[in-house]
T-cell receptor, first 112, second 115 residues
Framework: QQQVKQSPQSLIVQKGGISIINCAYE??????FPWYQQFPGKGPALLIA?????SEKKEGRFTISFNKSAKQFSLHIMDSQPGDSATYFC???????????FGTGTRLKVLA | EAGVAQSPRYKIIEKRQSVAFWCNPI?????LYWYQQILGQGPKLLIQ????????DSQLPKDRFSAERLKGVDSTLKIQPAKLEDSAVYLC?????????????FGPGTRLTVL
């Protein structure tokens, strides 16, 4: 019940295309859902996060869509660029614990 | 604002040896985390500190791993003795730990190779 399932494991997208990464969870106590971007040799960097009281959050080319009833959330990267090539992790946590459960990661490659 | 600092960046040791990692969180961040990230996997929480007290160490292999956070600032993570399966990147993160769920900020990690 503490797992966060992430798919796909890897993704190849053409420059200018839309990248979509999906995550699903079971624990209904989760109430904070961040996405992290990790480049090789670097630590994960917070990209965007959402709480379940909204269904969508957009920051620049990055959008989180959240479906509370399905217990799913996804990251959409619009107009994908080669510089977006990285590994993306979703995570979930509950308020007060600040303890993250991470997904298994998606390796994104954007072709020039 | 300076980020989370970690050292060393890389470490290679023989199995059964000991090793220690150091982390300096973002100034003012009360909560500090140590994660283990095995190649191809997401980070797994090892231990969480709130100031200098342990909040969660349920996934820390306490027979070989230990961690401390002196004066609620810097932290060290030690492995003694190391096993081959400890080869991973050890990430330190910090957060202000207030108002529920503010983002965690990660350091660059220490890549440990156990031979």
């Amino acid at each position: 019940q503490q797992q966060v399932k992430q798919s796909p494991q890897s993704l190849i997208v053409q420059k200018g295309g839309i990248s979509i990464i999906n995550c699903a969870y079971e624990n209904t106590a989760f109430d904070y859902f961040p996405w992290y971007q990790q480049f090789p040799g670097k630590g994960p960097a917070l990209l965007i996060a959402i709480r379940p009281d909204v269904s969508e959050k957009k920051e620049g080319r990055f959008t989180i869509s959240f479906n509370k009833s399905a217990k799913q959330f996804s990251l959409h990267i619009m107009d994908s660029q080669p510089g977006d090539s990285a590994t993306y992790f979703c995570a979930a946590s509950t308020s007060g614990t600040y303890k993250y459960i991470f997904g298994t990661g998606t390796r994104l490659k954007v072709l020039a | 604002e300076a980020g989370v600092a970690q050292s060393p960046r890389y470490k290679i040791i023989e199995k059964r040896q000991s090793v220690a990692f150091w982390c300096n969180p973002i100034s003012g961040h009360a909560t500090l985390y140590w994660y283990q990230q095995i190649l191809g996997q997401g980070p797994k929480l090892l231990i969480q500190f709130q100031n200098n007290g342990v909040v969660d160490d349920s996934q820390l292999p306490k027979d070989r791993f230990s961690a401390e956070r002196l004066k609620g600032v810097d932290s060290t993570l030690k492995i003694q003795p190391a096993k081959l399966e400890d080869s991973a990147v050890y990430l330190c993160a910090s957060s202000s730990g207030t108002s529920g769920g503010l983002g965690q900020f990660f350091g660059p990690g220490t890549r440990l190779t156990v031979l």
